[in-house]
T-cell receptor, first 116, second 113 residues
Framework: DSGVTQTPKHLITATGQRVTLRCSPR?????VYWYQQSLDQGLQFLIQ???????AKGNILERFSAQQFPDLHSELNLSSLELGDSALYFC???????????????FGAGSRLTVL | DAKTTQPPSMDCAEGRAANLPCNHS???????VYWYRQIHSQGPQYIIH???NNETNEMASLIITEDRKSSTLILPHATLRDTAVYYC??????????????FGRGTQLTVWP
């Protein structure tokens, strides 16, 4: 158990639908990151939050959005789902931005999304 | 952006040392070398990182060449549970890319009995 909790573990839905993936970071970690892993694209950074504020965006589609709540948990919302959105979605956390080793991320077990 | 080059696959006998190479010839002065691994479909796991000195922890050793253009991750006594994809990542600790790790395709290490 890495200390980063992701739910649900598996999710099957249809095209056009909307889903929400949830992440609880490791205790004390202020930064949350979302990554997507698909067969053809590998692991890709989507978005980062630090203490409730968006810090950086990667290759995140406009149909996707995220937020980090005051208790530091984060949610990734995926809407108007397409077949190509089927992937593993990982959440990761780290303690502090700017500290040495701040690229030491702790990843959760992931949420596997299947869009049919 | 691909800043590192790794062989796509390697194998190693159980109990032997696994030496995974990585080239990062364009690394800049404030960039660290990080290693992560991913056991089939699990979340990536941090292994070790370093700037210019060699580093060792309970999982592995990291050897960085003096010119910092390449490095080697060493698993001293590989076990079957070390079978995974190993990613070498270059990133700095304070810039705008903080936490935005480029994983690339990594090296699939297979440890055989």
């Amino acid at each position: 158990d890495s200390g980063v909790t992701q739910t649900p573990k598996h999710l099957i839905t249809a095209t056009g639908q909307r889903v929400t993936l949830r992440c609880s970071p490791r205790s004390g970690d202020l930064s949350v990151y979302w990554y997507q892993q698909s067969l053809d694209q590998g692991l890709q950074f989507l978005i980062q939050y630090y203490n409730g504020e968006e810090r950086a965006k990667g290759n995140i589609l406009e149909r996707f959005s995220a937020q980090q709540f005051p208790d530091l948990h984060s949610e990734l919302n995926l809407s108007s789902l397409e077949l190509g959105d089927s992937a593993l979605y990982f959440c990761a956390s780290s303690p502090t931005v700017g500290a040495r080793g701040a690229n030491v991320l702790t990843f959760g077990a992931g949420s596997r999304l299947t869009v049919l | 952006d691909a800043k590192t080059t790794q062989p796509p696959s390697m194998d190693c006998a159980e109990g032997r040392a696994a030496n995974l190479p990585c080239n990062h010839s364009t690394i800049s002065g404030n960039e660290y070398v990080y290693w992560y691994r991913q056991i089939h479909s699990q979340g990536p796991q941090y292994i070790i990182h370093g700037l210019k000195n060699n580093e060792t922890n309970e999982m592995a050793s990291l050897i960085i060449t003096e010119d910092r253009k390449s490095s080697t991750l060493i698993l001293p006594h590989a076990t079957l549970r070390d079978t995974a994809v190993y990613y070498c990542i270059v990133n700095d600790d304070r810039g705008s890319t903080l936490g935005r790790l480029y994983f690339g395709r990594g090296t699939q290490l297979t440890v055989w009995p």
